[in-house]
């Protein structure tokens, strides 16, 4: 399961969307909680926000039931999250992310695209208004991947059919359904077991 992923790098178009936080830095141990960049669709084209780290729909009154993962196998069945998927798409920007694997200890392993250094991640996102300030939040979704589930990794074609809201079903649910994304991998040291660690250390090779 993708608990956790990086945002350390990324380039001046990125930058230049509207919504890119001034006081951003370098991210290298995002968790579940956290508030993270949400890339969206706006009236004027691709924009980012900032968005809590597990969804919250506005009518939730358990806020100990605020999932960071939509499966996508169920995506559009579940209550939680059928009306987001239809009407509230987005993508989670990201560098790679962490994986644990073993059955007595177990190690972590950084992820990251075949090819270049930065990917998209599907996700749904949702509104909680509080008194008189609207909060955000995300899920990430997630498919099947041998022993472990993974973010849905979108290619740019992909990544433009999620955010646009005239997609059709059966193209959407052929982007849940795709194959896993090619992805290199390596063992790391146990610096990153640390959720508090946020430094390049998060990287170093086991």
Not at 92 to 111: C, H, M, Q, S, T
Request: aromatic fraction near 10%.
């Amino acid at each position: 399961m993708c608990g956790r992923y990086a945002l350390f790098r990324w380039g001046s178009a990125f930058a230049a969307l509207p919504g890119f936080p001034s006081e951003q830095r370098a991210q290298w141990n995002i968790s579940p909680g956290q508030r993270v960049l949400i890339e969206r669709q706006g009236e004027a084209g691709r924009e980012l926000a900032t968005a809590r780290w597990g969804l919250t729909p506005p009518w939730l009154t358990d806020m100990s039931r605020t999932p960071n993962h939509a499966r996508a196998e169920t995506l559009t069945e579940q209550p939680m999250f059928r009306e987001a998927f239809a009407a509230r798409r987005c993508l989670i920007p990201a560098n790679g992310f962490y994986e644990w694997r073993g059955d007595v200890r177990k190690r972590p392993y950084w992820l990251t695209p075949a090819q270049g250094s930065f990917l998209y991640f599907a996700a749904i996102w949702e509104a909680f208004p509080v008194q008189e300030q609207v909060w955000l939040s995300m899920a990430i979704v997630t498919q099947a991947a041998a022993s472990q589930r993974r973010p849905l990794i979108l290619d740019a074609a992909g990544q433009a059919a999620w955010l646009d809201l005239d997609t059709p079903l059966p193209l959407l649910h052929s982007l849940l359904a795709q194959p896993p994304a090619a992805l290199m991998e390596r063992p790391l040291a146990s610096l990153v077991n640390d959720p508090a660690l946020n430094a390049p250390e998060c990287l170093t090779p086991a």
